[in-house]
């Protein structure tokens, strides 16, 4: 993975933290993606959410897999853990990490086509197990990273840069987390900090499986008939997808919803989205009403965003399974092996 490294001089008055940090103490590597992406704005909500937070970077782990999203721990904490994993079995490696080490924090950055693609299953392991992590969807409907394929979240009718037109309805991440007895959802736009902060900061603190589907535009591959989850949710115009050689410089697209409030924001090739944010009397502890809620703005053309969903819970995967309280690598050999005699009461708990 290419990176460059952000020059180490630094504003001798940046306000700290409680940990006596910068915010400049949670960055990582001058990002490589195209200038505009909603990416990096997604990384530059995470390393805020992590300053004000005060997590300590090297007690936390970043996970990922394949893809542009997959690239983005580059570009934060680069003090942490880190584990840039293969296309799809992100969730897998995050399971494993978090059950020999639990008094970490865990975050796993992914894209549609790496969690609703070749990694759906582990996906929805992930969130049955409830694994206590923070997972990050960078959401845009394309394979960004190979040139502009459909994912798993592109719309019916959409047209390919061939010509054809998407016939497979689409994967909603938020719907499949309700179904799968998520403890906590939220969707959030790449552009909107104030909204997407605080969302990443409840997230880190949940114990258990947090999703955050983020609508994060793709600067580059950007004209997508159809689509409502990369750049456009209506179209007026036809314009096929085509290989860019030179991709014009963008200002990351910025918004700020209010609450309750539809708000239409212009993306990069003109069309728009309509975004709306939950109201301050929505409810978000009853499952079926959000699972009805979301499916009446979707009919409606507009996108929910905000924390959709949160369960109380106690129950993540150690509770569970009735795990150690400590780290393996903090449980004394002889209670980690115990010897033969043992192992022979346990395997005669089987005849």
Known sequence: ??????????????????????????????????????HDSVTAGIVSAFWKLGIEPHKAVKLSGIGCSSKTPTYFLS?????????GRMPSVATGANAARRNL??????????????????????????????????????????????????DVGTINKRGYANEARPIDPV??????????????????????????????????????????????FNDHKGSTKSFMY????????????????????????????PTRVRLFDGTTVTLRSTSPD???????????HLSTLKDAGEVATGLLYLEANDADMHSMAGSTEVDLVDVPFADLCPGSAALDQLMGEFR
């Open 1 to 38: 993975m290419s990176y460059i490294r952000k020059p180490s001089v630094r504003h001798p008055n940046l306000p700290k933290n409680e940990l006596g940090l910068t915010i400049r103490d949670y960055e990582g590597s001058l990002s490589t993606l195209c200038a505009g992406c909603g």
């Open 79 to 87: 003090e942490a853990h880190g584990f840039n994993s293969v296309h």
């Open 282 to 292: 929505y409810d978000p502890s009853d499952r079926n009403a959000v699972y009805a």
């Open 105 to 154: 924090t865990y975050i796993g950055i992914s894209g549609d086509g790496d969690s609703l693609s070749i990694g759906l299953g582990q996906f929805c392991h992930a969130i049955r197990r409830n694994v206590n992590l923070t997972y990050v969807l960078e959401n845009n409907g394309v394979y960004g990273l190979t040139k502009g394929q459909f994912s798993a979240s592109a």
């Open 234 to 261: 209506t179209r007026q115009n036809y314009h096929e997808v085509t290989e860019a050689s030179f991709v014009e410089l963008q200002a990351p697209l910025e918004t700020r919803q209010g609450q309750g409030t």
């Open 175 to 220: 719907m499949l987390a309700l179904t799968l007895g998520a403890t906590f959802v939220a969707r959030c736009f790449s552009g909107d900090k104030k909204q997407l902060v605080p969302i990443l900061e409840a997230a880190l603190r949940h114990k258990g499986f947090a999703l955050i589907d983020v609508i994060s535009p793709c600067v580059t």
